[in-house]
């Protein structure tokens, strides 16, 4: 959007306030925090994207092994491996990284996995809490530290 208004000879100044009044109109999302480069044109595209991947496990196990969809579902761990099974057969994901979108929003953390017998310890991935199991019994909490990466 800069390159396209310093074109025209339009000021950046300029470009941001249009961009962020486009924003609060809801026909697209801009958000400077996360670099000039992050403009998505269809809301509902976005919306549609994280349902992929915050969706029911069954759903998840279509595309990706038990392991990887076990950590994500169980203990909110998000690893590339599952990200990438997800998101393999979308040709409109190749610039986009969502996970950039979920720790901006603080709805995802950076962490070092040291899950006691996951074959991901010491791996990086993302700690998404929307996704922790519910338990009603805490000897069912799974036994990991998170520390940030």
Known sequence: AYEVGGASYIDDNKVHSVLNFYHEL???LFYPEMGNKCII????WLVEKLGCLLCHKKQLLKVCKDDVVEL??????????L??????KYKDMQNIN???ILTSFSLAAKVIIKLHGSTYEGREG???PT???QSENDSEVPDYHLSSG
């Open 26 to 28: 809801g026909v697209f």
């Open 41 to 44: 044109a269809s809301p509902k």
């Open 72 to 81: 994500f579902c169980k203990n909110g761990i998000l690893v590339d491996d």
């Open 83 to 88: 990200y990438q099974g997800v998101f393999k």
């Open 98 to 100: 969502l996970v950039d």
């Open 126 to 128: 993302y700690f998404v």
């Open 131 to 133: 996704m922790l199991s």
